[in-house]
Every structure is written in C-alpha cells, then in structure tokens.
Nanobody, 125 residues
Framework: QVQLVESGGGLVQAGGSLRLSCAASGRTFSSHAMGWFRQAPGKEREFVAAITWSGGLTYYADSVKGRFTISRDNAKNTVYVQMNSLKPEDTAVYYC??????????????????WGQGTQVTVSS
C-alpha cells in the first residue's frame, strides 16, 4: 500500500506561483515514478508532469512546459511541482499519483496505481 498526501494548493493571481508537495508513505521503495495530474470542472483529468525516483527523469505536458518544474526528494519520499507564471486555465484540482512499475507511459492515468486526495489550485485573472 502507498499513501499519498498533497499539499500547497490555494488561490493565486495570474502570473503568480505555487509549489505543490506530495508526501508518499508505505511501500515507496518499489515505486518507479510519480506523476501529477489535474482535473478542472467539467473536464477530464489530464497529465501535468512526471518524474522517476531513480535518475530523476522528467516529463511534462506541453501546456505546462517552461512554467512548471517537477522534482523529488528521495530522502523525504516527497515529490514537488513548482508552478510559475500561473494562468486562469491552470485552475483545477491537482492530484499526485504513484506508478509502482514501469508501464510504458507516464501520461496515461491508467498507468498509475495509487492516487492522493487532491488539492485545489485556483488562479484568478
């Protein structure tokens, strides 16, 4: 079992920044990668970014490239996403997810095994 707890969401003006954290506990020693997804009202959940625990390889959705940075602290079993230059269209509930084994995809939500409860990010114009 893996438990994921997100934090750091909130209300920010357009152009501002937020940093989300995802603390993982449980059998994280066997986790392959962590991902961030988001879901806006009335829309499907979409991929934001992912990072592998070993090697720190990173992957981003085109919509956030150059603005968001994903990182991890292996000692703390925590993954972060630094979000800069936020736009109103970034408003969503953000979820972190754990992929226990490599499944040939980091952007497909079905490739992840565990999910956090989500944290709300609201960007005002």
């Amino acid at each position: 079992q893996v438990q994921l707890v997100e934090s750091g969401g909130g209300l920010v003006q357009a152009g501002g920044s937020l940093r989300l954290s995802c603390a993982a506990s449980g059998r994280t020693f066997s986790s392959h990668a962590m991902g961030w997804f988001r879901q806006a009202p009335g829309k499907e959940r979409e991929f934001v970014a992912a990072i592998t625990w070993s090697g720190g390889l990173t992957y981003y959705a085109d919509s956030v490239k150059g603005r968001f940075t994903i990182s991890r602290d292996n000692a703390k079993n925590t993954v972060y996403v630094q979000m800069n230059s936020l736009k109103p269209e970034d408003t969503a509930v953000y979820y972190c997810a754990a992929q226990l084994y490599y499944r040939r995809s980091y952007s497909r939500d079905g490739a992840y095994d565990y999910w956090g409860q989500g944290t709300q990010v609201t960007v005002s114009s």
